[in-house]
């Protein structure tokens, strides 16, 4: 195998791996820069995922699992604003029974509903998104270098993929570029002069918590529709926790989020590529490493190479206004 061949596996694989983690990330950009730390994100990709899988094999329709998927994520994500901004509870806390319920309850409706060991039934091609091809994938292929990368790597991927890299200069543009991105940052970094500007605190917090349960139905609807024929327990398989991971890797910034997504995703898929095939100078690799080999690599960047992660200054500080 060539080496162009190769790399194009490798980048393919890292895109389409990468794709749920840069949907979670960004949505837990949009909760904690608004000061509300989130590590509920698995619990929402999970909770979509699910819906997603079983509402398109009812309606047999993608999109209306989509929906599904986002509306789910936005109640669960509501359930942690009411818990962590009305009632000042524990963000941590509420983050974490929500992961917990989550993974029970999808368990418990899965095999009550459709008793299939843990799953959905698999999903036919109209309940799924299928790969789009971009124009002139085909006729450019035959170009050297440029019509392999277009054809194969560019081409070829799911509309939430496309969706989600497409995210990445919106989220950029909506946090530094409009009033809502502003006064988000603000509620983050200094609730009490937002509130004194006149500014709903509360309101502004739950603006980011819906904004990160829509991103996160998006990233479990392609999870069960895109990536998968449908719900399998426990498919997210902690990319919630790899993305907040990457979230800190990249101190809160739009572009940085999707880099360090790609470089886990290209960790994964290097993981998957190479387990059980003997390495150079190495040999051959238990296959239990390689697998742990991506979460094994996130602790080490992040103690060894993120440096100082300042995160927003309010941050999981429930507000209280002042009298």
């Not at 061949?5 to 990330?25: C, G, K, V, W, Y």
């Not at 994938?137 to 509309?159: K, M, N, Q, T």
């Not at 290097?270 to 003997?278: L, N, S």
Request: charged letters at 10%.
């Amino acid at each position: 195998m060539d080496f162009l061949q190769l790399f194009l596996e490798l980048a393919q694989s890292t895109i389409r791996l990468s794709t749920p983690l840069i949907l979670a990330a960004l949505a837990g950009l949009f909760t904690e820069r608004a000061g509300v730390f989130d590590i509920g994100l698995e619990g929402k990709m999970l909770g979509g995922a699910f819906a997603a899988g079983t509402v398109a094999f009812i309606a047999q329709s993608a999109m209306a699992g989509l929906l599904a998927a986002v509306v789910v994520s936005i109640l669960l994500s509501l359930v942690h604003g009411y818990a962590s901004i009305t009632q000042r509870g524990n963000q941590i806390v509420s983050g974490v029974a929500i992961n917990f319920i989550v993974a029970g309850s999808t368990v418990i409706l899965g095999e009550a509903w459709f008793r299939q060991g843990g799953r959905t039934p698999a999903l036919a091609e109209a309940a799924r998104f299928q790969e789009i091809d971009l124009p002139f994938a085909e006729a450019l292929r035959g170009v050297p270098l440029i019509g392999p990368i277009y054809a194969d790597l560019i081409s070829g991927h799911a509309a939430l993929t496309y969706f989600a890299f497409l995210m990445v200069p919106v989220t950029w543009w909506i946090l530094y570029r409009t009033r809502f991105g502003l006064r988000l940052r603000a509620v983050g970094e200094n609730p009490g002069a937002v509130d004194t500007a006149g500014i709903s605190v509360v309101w502004m917090r739950y603006r980011g918590v819906i904004c990160c349960g829509i991103l996160c139905g998006v990233a479990g609807a392609y999870l069960s529709l895109a990536a998968n024929a449908g719900w399998t327990k426990g498919m997210t398989a902690g990319k919630g926790y790899i993305a907040l991971a990457a979230l800190i890797f990249a101190k809160w910034r739009p572009v940085p989020v999707m880099f360090a997504c790609l470089l886990f995703g290209f960790l994964d898929a290097f993981a998957i590529r190479y387990q059980g095939t003997p390495l150079p100078l190495v040999g051959k690799v238990p296959v239990q490493l390689m697998q742990a080999l991506p979460y094994i690599l996130t602790v080490i960047l992040l103690a060894g190479f993120i440096g100082k992660a300042i995160p927003p200054k309010a941050g999981g500080v429930p507000y209280v206004k002042e009298r």
